[in-house]
Nanobody, 126 residues
Framework: QVQLVESGGGSVQAGGSLRLSCAAS????????MAWFRQAPGKEREGVAV???????TYADSVKGRFTISKDNAKKILYLQMNSLKPEDSAVYYC????????????????????WGQGTQVTVSS
């Protein structure tokens, strides 16, 4: 049973940076996709970034050029480096994984992922 735990959220002023981490309790089967989603109050959960089973990153248009997704396979940790943060980035950020052989060039939708973390709050003030 894979468990994902996010950390690194907090409060930052507009233009600042944060790095989120997602630690996996064990290896995930196959060549999984690993992704970040976010959800603001009153809004649907939206995809932010994904790194697929052969290591290709893809980003939502709203964060391109500002966010970077990466992973450390040896430590089993997924990262999201967030720079030039804007108030509209404020949300609960969730780590997600899709096991098996996953080739993907969009973040896709929440139902495409079978493992989830508990979320970490990011608040950006202006």
């Amino acid at each position: 049973q894979v468990q994902l735990v996010e950390s690194g959220g907090g409060s930052v002023q507009a233009g600042g940076s944060l790095r989120l981490s997602c630690a996996a309790s064990e290896n995930i089967d196959g060549r999984p996709c690993m992704a970040w989603f976010r959800q603001a109050p009153g809004k649907e959960r939206e995809g932010v970034a994904v790194i697929d089973g052969i290591g290709r990153p893809t980003y939502a248009d709203s964060v391109k050029g500002r966010f970077t997704i990466s992973k450390d396979n040896a430590k089993k940790i997924l990262y999201l480096q967030m720079n030039s943060l804007k108030p509209e980035d404020s949300a609960v950020y969730y780590c997600a994984a899709a096991g098996g052989y996953c080739i993907r060039r969009t973040v896709a939708l929440p139902y495409d992922y079978n493992y989830w973390g508990q979320g970490t709050q990011v608040t950006v003030s202006s």
